[in-house]
C-alpha cells in the first residue's frame, strides 16, 4: 500500500489523472452512437423493404359460431387476444356477451322443457288406466 509521504505524490481521496480514463469514456459514448444507430436503422429500416414488417393488431382468432349454439369445444378452442395491459376488453365484453346471451337461452329452454314435462305427468297421473300396459283395455 501506498502512504502519504512528502515526495511520492499520492494523497489520500485522490486519484492520479491520466489520459487512460478519458479514453475509455470516449470509446463507451462511441459504441453507443453505434449500437442506438444500428436498432434506429433496424427499426426504421431503408426504402420500401423494411427490417421490421409491421405488425397487424391482435384480433380475436377463433370467434364463437354465429350460426350455431356455442358449445364446450367452441369456449375450449376460444383464445382471447392480448392488449398493452392484458386482455382487450371489447373481446372480452363480446365474449362474455354471447356467452351470457346463450346460458340464458338454454336456461329457459330447460325451464319450458321441464313444465311441459310436468304438465304430462300431471295428466297422466290423473288417468284411470295409468297402469295399464299398451294394447289392454281396463276391465272396469
Known amino acids: 500500500m501506498a502512504r502519504s509521504e512528502p515526495g511520492n505524490g499520492f494523497r489520500p481521496g485522490s486519484a492520479r489523472k491520466s489520459g487512460r480514463g478519458s479514453s475509455v469514456f470516449l470509446f463507451l459514448l462511441i459504441t453507443m452512437v453505434v449500437v442506438v444507430g444500428a436498432v434506429t436503422l433496424a427499426v426504421i429500416g431503408g426504402g420500401d423493404s423494411a427490417a421490421l414488417p409491421e405488425a397487424a393488431p391482435d384480433q380475436l382468432v377463433d370467434p364463437l359460431p354465429e350460426t350455431r349454439p356455442v358449445g364446450r369445444a367452441d369456449v375450449e378452442a376460444l383464445r382471447l387476444p392480448v392488449g398493452l395491459r392484458g386482455y382487450r376488453m371489447a373481446d372480452v365484453d363480446d365474449v362474455l356477451g354471447r356467452l351470457g346471451a346463450e346460458l340464458a337461452e ?3 329452454r ?13 295428466t297422466a297421473v290423473g288417468r284411470p288406466d295409468m297402469f295399464t300396459e299398451p294394447g289392454q283395455e281396463s276391465s272396469q
Do not use: H, K, N, Y
Not at 110 to 122: D, K
Open 110 to 122: 330447460i325451464a319450458e322443457l321441464e313444465s311441459a314435462l310436468a304438465g304430462v305427468q300431471a
Open 106 to 108: 338454454r336456461d329457459a
